[in-house]
């Protein structure tokens, strides 16, 4: 089987179907490298999630079921997905995360209309990968991107995640990890197993120690950009 190279971390997995295939090519492997770990899907799992979910087509669930399987085994590497848009400009990421429907894809497009799309990069669109290397965190691009299939296989130094709420008024404030402890959980993956639990609390401990967490109230438009980019980028605010 094919490997892959996602946030850093060599997996190896088969495509039955076009859709994950597509997405999967740009993290494509050269022949001599060897998986850390490995994910496969057999006919049993299928007929079983058919059972569950007859609607969901075989296709939908090899890409879905994949992508939570890896983001499982981020966390025995250092790492946690992130349900957020992120965005890296002059080499740094910034990540916006919130409910669906909220508008962090819009937020980020925002950013690409500031400050150019050659300059604004999008890592990730839906689900980027947070990994500790070398004792500093990295968003990374993933296959696992959402409907607009949006992502880079590229890795960018974090300088800050921010949850993002609709607003008239466009403001942003940093928040203290005990603060930003649940939104951060609530986007992301809580596996059942007790032993991927403990890691996901002990990684996100370390990422809530090490990373700015800010609450950003914005309307749509390049103002709300610019407004989070001069905060984010360096500045410091009272954390509430």
């Known amino acids: 089987m094919p490997v892959y190279v996602i946030a850093g971390l060599p997996v190896e997995y088969d495509c039955k179907y076009p859709l994950l295939k597509n997405r999967s090519k740009k993290y494509l492997a050269p022949d001599d490298v060897k998986p850390l770990f490995k994910i496969h899907l057999d006919e049993n799992f299928y007929a079983e999630k058919r059972k569950i979910s007859p609607t969901i087509s075989d296709e939908i669930q090899e890409y879905m079921n994949t992508g939570a399987i890896f983001y499982k085994e981020l966390l025995s590497y250092g790492g946690v997905m992130l349900h957020a848009s992120a965005v890296a400009v002059d080499g740094y990421a910034y990540l916006f995360s919130a409910p669906c429907g909220t508008g962090k894809s819009t937020h980020t ?132």
């Open 109 to 240: 497009k925002m950013w690409q209309k500031l400050f150019g799309k050659d300059r604004a990069v999008i890592i990730n669109d839906d689900k980027p990968a947070i990994r500790k290397v070398d004792g500093v965190y990295y968003a990374f691009g993933t296959p696992f991107s959402g409907k607009h299939d949006i992502s880079e296989n590229a890795g960018y130094i974090i300088k800050g995640i921010g949850f993002l709420r609709r607003s008239s008024e466009n403001s942003i404030h940093k928040l203290s990890p005990d603060v930003a402890m649940v939104p951060f959980f609530n986007q992301t993956i809580r596996p059942k197993e007790e032993e991927k639990m403990d890691l996901l609390c002990k990684n996100a401990d370390d990422i809530l120690k090490s990373i700015s967490f800010y609450a950003l109230d914005c309307r749509a438009d390049t103002d709300a950009a610019q407004t989070a980019y001069n905060m984010m980028k360096g500045g410091e605010n009272d954390e509430n």
